[in-house]
């Protein structure tokens, strides 16, 4: 790489005798230098198209920062939704209705997706089976009996499944 | 060249990495998550689901719902051990015609027939799904792959595991042991004669390898297993459930319920148990808080349990001495001493446990090594056996970092950075720099190497001048001042003024001959400095801040000298006087203070030339300026 193995590589054009053999030696060197330069061009053409892709996966990583940054706050907040989900199924209060409530508008306005319904087809992409439960019709076949667990979603992200119980119909 | 994917096949999940610039690095799927379930399933709905996804509906359809596939792969029928795991898993297992195994998943269309899968099928429903979700992150076509399996693993098991790659469409490159994988990811082949013993307790296997490197020609050692052992039926999922069973005893104690068979009671109980599990790793107790976990006809029940890591290692203890037990096995079988062995490595989620990592280090005598994760180390040194397959490992150019930043001396003799060391070298940085003085024609570039804050206390590496700048008032001319550091550290400043393209340059070959000693001094310099540097460079800054404020009122007065108030004129020019006392002093409140009360008088300027031009903002009114030279360059002398 250094300017001195240039010059020694270089020999003067007059100092030499062109005899056969000189030549078929200079040959080979231009064999091994396009070689050398190919793989040159190779490496560096990888790096080039390394770095353009970690660009586009960082312009997407950056897109994502945000969705991801919020998925994780919440991650560590729905343990404390699940019990108030369940407090209020055993106490139910204006009081308690109203607070839960505003835990629900905070996440809206997150863009964050609250989902769990009864009826619905159990969907294994929105929804993780619990427990399966005979159903008296085939129409509620496969389909959600109970939600356990809400679940919640930011844009496509599923930050939980919805926890459901799903009915099955035995003919 | 493509990529080669490496891929870790696990019992429990799989993850998978690739060679990117050099370094492996971990794919996500595409559902974010960095390993996958080894779980496949066809739903009711017949749609062929893979990883999470199959795992969240198989309480529905456990019949078509298939995991462990792994333990099956490459096995006949009759074995015992099939046989024994046969009986444990919900989904159908028959004889193959050849007396291999064939797994039930789904059904014929339109038919009550079952469709029969042979395990390499199963697994290549895994492999597919890892290789389409790497192409879609990396955007390219994926058609090489590594994949890791354990060290027994006999042909057979490594000829169906490769199988299961050509069914996916990949062409497997190699298959390459997991401890070999995991000593790879530690850069252990490039180590004559070393002894590793890797020590892989996973979620539902415990696999305990001794390796041996061995130097062949070159650079380069082959990893050679000198003996294995393990427990198919032993990992972190034993765990889970030895505190799961505890947590639901204590709340059967008082509350005499046994929530175990409520399925959400359950699931709640399994998360619990996890997260007090990493919980415990750093903390030494904990608690485990489950409100509302079921009810009776008094009311809801609340689980709320003290669990502390004496507990946890109580409850951990007989797994940790079964696969100590084995270790000794492996190492007995193999032909060293433990005091042979030079390195530990810990994979596996499980050997983050606190009392696991103190009983490997209580029987080698040395610390085992986990700097790499430990879920994910396998799948790295895959892809590292991929990159030194496909030539990319080899042909790494190493590159080198700037071991100090380089940078100018600006005004106030403040050392400005223009690279900030750690910078990997080839690189190039410009900045733009400007006149401390008016009509300044001259600026002396000082560059000069360093952490600390002021250039004095830098090393000087140079100094050259550009002149010729054509006069103009502060802060207006452009001095472009760029770094060039080639491959070999040599650098090259250039100064270069925008206004006329007159240009300067020196190169200075030393900027990397210093020592590991200096460079390690340097830094600790900065650090000790760190306080007075800073003191020092608020000082310069005020004094900066302060000759600009001084300048624009000077120019101010005397560009609306018509236009304001004589009452005012002299209020400035005493304030103006003000900051000239402080402004060479060393107190920065002081400077700063007074520098604020010109600035305020400054701005009466602007009011007052508005009214003197009715109202209308003049052209020639002054404004002390928003914007004042970034730095300034030194002033000429």
Redesign the interface.
């Known amino acids: 790489m250094s300017g001195e193995n240039l010059d020694e590589e270089f020999i003067p054009e007059e100092e030499v005798e062109m005899t056969p053999a000189f030549i078929k030696g200079l040959r080979e060197k231009v064999r091994k230098a396009i070689e050398e330069k190919q793989k040159n061009l190779d490496g560096w053409q990888r790096t080039q198209a390394d770095f353009a892709n970690f660009k586009r996966e960082e312009a997407l990583m950056s897109e994502h920062r945000e969705v991801r940054a919020k998925a994780s706050i919440i991650e560590d907040l729905i343990p404390v939704l699940d019990s108030f989900e369940m407090a209020l199924k055993h106490a139910q209060t204006k009081e308690m209705n109203l607070v839960h409530k505003q835990f629900l508008d905070a996440l809206r306005k997150m863009d964050i997706t609250y989902y769990g319904k009864k009826g619905d087809v159990f969907n294994p992409h929105k929804y993780e089976a619990l427990r399966e439960v005979p159903v008296e019709t085939p129409e509620e076949d496969n389909c959600v009996v109970s939600v356990e667990r809400s679940g919640y979603s930011i844009g496509e992200h599923i930050i939980r499944p919805a926890q459901v119980t799903v009915g099955a119909y035995q003919k | 060249m493509a990529k080669i994917l490496g891929i870790d096949l696990g019992t429990t999940n799989s993850a998978m990495a690739v060679m ?2 050099g370094e492996p690095q971990i794919i996500e799927n595409s ?2 998550a960095r390993t996958t379930p080894s779980v496949v399933a066809t ?3 017949s749609e062929r ?1 893979v990883g999470l ?2 795992r ?5 359809n456990p019949k078509n719902t298939v995991y462990q596939i792994k333990r099956f792969i490459g096995h006949m029928f009759d074995e015992a051990n099939v046989q024994k795991d046969k009986a444990v898993v919900p989904f159908e297992m028959r004889k193959a015609q050849n007396g291999g195994i064939e797994v039930q998943m789904g059904l014929k269309a339109g038919s009550d027939q079952g469709v029969w899968y042979r395990p390499e099928e199963i697994s290549a429903m895994i492999l597919q799904k890892l290789k389409t979700d790497a192409e879609k ?3 390219e076509t994926i058609t090489e792959a590594v994949i890791t399996v354990p060290a027994y693993f006999n042909d057979a098991q490594r000829a169906a595991t490769r199988d299961a790659g050509k069914i996916a469409g990949l062409e497997v490159k190699r298959i390459i042991n997991e401890p070999t994988a995991a000593a790879l990811a530690y850069g252990f082949n490039k180590k004559k004669d070393e002894k590793v013993v890797v020590f892989d307790f996973g979620g539902g296997t415990f696999d305990i390898s001794v390796l041996e490197v061995v130097m062949a020609s070159g650079e380069e050692g082959s990893i050679e297993v000198r003996s294995t052992d393990g427990d198919a039926h032993l990992g972190g999922k034993d765990i889970d459930q030895k505190i799961i069973d505890w947590l639901a005893a204590e709340f059967q104690k008082e509350s005499g319920i046994d929530v175990r068979n409520d ?2 009671a359950r ?2 109980l399994d ?1 619990a148990a996890e997260k007090a599990k990493i919980e415990l790793s750093t903390a030494v107790d904990t608690e485990v808080n ?3 976990i079921t ?1 009776d006809s008094s ?2 029940r609340h689980l709320l349990v003290k669990m502390t890591r004496a507990k946890l290692e109580e409850l951990a203890a007989e797994f940790i001495d079964r696969a100590l037990a084995i270790t000794k096995r492996a190492m007995e079988a193999s032909p060293f001493k433990v005091g042979d062995i030079q390195e530990v490595i810990l994979v596996g989620g499980q050997t983050r446990m606190p009392a696991m990592q103190a009983a490997v280090e209580k029987y080698f005598g040395k610390k085992p090594n986990m700097s790499v994760n430990p879920d994910e180390v396998v799948a790295i040194g895959a892809a590292i056996q991929g990159g030194i397959l496909g030539g ?1 490992v080899r ?1 790494v ?1 190493l590159l080198d970092v700037i071991p100090l930043s380089l940078g100018i001396e600006t005004m106030g003799g403040v050392a400005t950075k223009v690279i900030e060391r750690n910078t990997t070298i080839p690189t190039s940085r410009s900045q733009i720099f400007s006149t401390a003085a008016d009509n300044q024609t001259s600026v002396e570039i000082h560059i000069t190497q360093g952490e600390r804050a002021m250039a004095s206390d830098n090393k000087s590496l140079g100094r050259f001048v550009l002149d010729g700048i054509p006069p103009a008032p502060r802060g207006l001319p452009q001095v472009e001042v760029t770094f060039d550091v080639d ?2 550290g040599i650098l090259t400043v250039k100064a270069k003024d925008k206004a006329n393209n007159k240009e300067q340059s020196i190169r200075i070959e030393g900027s990397s001959g210093l020592s590991e000693q200096d460079i390690e001094r340097m830094r600790k310099d900065a650090d000790a400095n760190a306080t007075t540097d800073k003191q020092k460079m608020e000082l310069a800054e005020a004094r900066n801040i302060a000759e600009q404020t001084i300048y624009s009122a000077n120019k101010s007065l005397s560009d609306n000298k018509d236009k304001i108030p004589a009452e005012l004129g002299t209020e400035i020019s005493g304030k103006i006087s003000a900051v000239e006392v402080v402004k060479n002093g060393d107190d920065v409140a002081k400077i700063k203070a007074a520098t604020e009360d010109l600035s305020k008088e400054l701005s009466k300027v602007y009011e007052a030339v508005q009214k003197a031009s009715g109202g209308q903002p003049g052209n020639n009114e002054e404004r002390p300026p928003e914007n004042g030279p970034a730095s300034g360059v030194d002033e000429q002398k």
């Open positions: 990117r610039g559902e974010g739903s009711k709905t689901l996804i199959a969240r509906q198989a309480v529905t992150r990396l955007g399925a959400l699931q709640r998360e489950i409100p509302f009810s009311g809801p990319e042909d150019l491959a070999n």
